[in-house]
């Protein structure tokens, strides 16, 4: 098609995405050309800007690398990471679901631990976590033999990936829920941290004037055959930034009920108060077991 004025140009593409053969990337990609299309026309974007935008991805792609990821970073930043988690979970977004944000900082092959076992592997300062959990279907029943990732930021706010004083994989772990569809671990306290704002995303948070913080959390990631793989987060309610995470993944369903405890611990006789503990209930719902991409290695 020859272009005679503006409005052919999407009339063009448009019809070129149409003679795609596989009809689920037929309907993304029409849909793709006439929302950018759409898009371009309503800011009126200029040239300048055309170019800084395409500058702008280049420069996320070279900022990914096996320890972080910026295209995630900055999906999270503008609430889409949020929006295709609750879309596709919770009954296609109507009711309630454990699922969470992947993150960018989850791993494969983390350590096999014990049930009831610590995932501390290096000196870390802070407060003494124990976590009790139940990994449930929809029923409420136990699911057994369930794989069970874990993995959070230190006290510092760092993950291992970022922290050359932390030992590979510390404050990670991998455990089998038992016949109760329950485990059990030990850490210490995490807190709230800033993403990492030496990017691309750093420079859209100061521009927009905002935080860049996440509230405290813990990740966990379930795998077991029967169901969707539930990638979930516990958040501290008592975090500064849990109504105002910068990566807008808290939601009702996702907050924990972290107990401060000032008391001698009843076992642990090296634990000093205070010391924390988190009792939580994982729902999986029904589906095939199909792990994500890990965004780092």
């Known amino acids: ?72 970073l900055m999906a999270g930043s503008l609430g889409v990471s949020a929006l295709v988690c609750l879309l596709n979970n919770g009954d296609n977004g109507n009711t309630e679901t454990a699922q969470s944000l992947l993150g960018p900082f989850w791993r494969l092959n983390s350590p096999r631990t014990e049930n009831g076992g610590s995932i501390v592997r290096s000196e870390t300062p802070g407060a003494a976590l124990f976590v009790t959990a139940r990994v449930v279907d929809q029923a409420g029943n136990p699911v057994a ?38 485990f059990a671990f030990r850490s210490v306290m995490m807190v709230g941290y800033p993403i990492p704002t030496d990017g691309v995303v750093g420079r859209l948070l100061k521009a927009q004037d905002r935080h860049p913080y996440r509230p405290a959390h813990l990740h966990a990631l379930i795998v077991k055959p029967g169901f969707k793989v539930l990638i979930s987060q516990v958040y501290d309610p008592a975090d500064p930034h849990i109504d105002s995470d910068v990566q807008f993944g ?29 009792d939580h209930v994982y729902r999986m719902e029904a589906g095939e077991a199909v792990l994500p991409r890990p965004p780092i290695k």
């Open 1 to 72: 098609m020859i272009i005679g004025r503006q409005q052919d140009v999407t009339v063009a593409a448009t019809s070129v995405m149409e003679r795609t053969s596989d009809s689920r990337l037929r309907e993304i990609m029409v849909s793709l050309v006439e929302h950018l299309h759409g898009f371009v026309r309503d800011v009126r974007l200029t040239e300048a800007e055309f170019r800084e935008a395409t500058a702008i991805l280049a420069e996320m792609g070279r900022q990914s690398n096996d320890t972080h990821n910026e295209v995630v």
């Open 145 to 182: 033999g369930a794989e069970v990732d874990v993995w959070h930021a230190s006290p510092v706010g760092l993950y291992e990936n970022q922290d050359p004083e932390q030992a590979e994989m510390n404050l990670r772990g991998k455990f089998t829920t038992d016949a109760d569809g329950r």
């Open 250 to 278: 808290v939601t009702k369903a996702l907050i924990g009920d972290f107990v401060r405890h000032d008391e001698p611990h009843p076992t642990a006789t090296d634990v000093r108060p205070p010391w924390y503990s988190l």
